[in-house]
């Protein structure tokens, strides 16, 4: 477990902040009909931002570490 931490650090770390981002995101500015798929409910927003989050740093440290 503490491998994969170290080895995906930045990845998990991405899909923290993404998950948080999502969170926000719904408060503020969320779906006031309730038809969106994505932001009408937070748990939607969360998991959709921290997926998000998740493969957007990982690409970035992936592209870092290929220098």
Known sequence: MKKFIQTNFWQILGGLFGGIAG?????????????CPITS???NSIIYFAVLGYLMIGTIAKARVKR
């Open 41 to 43: 409910k937070p748990m």
């Open 23 to 35: 969170y926000f995101y719904w408060r503020d500015i969320g779906c006031s009909t309730g038809t």
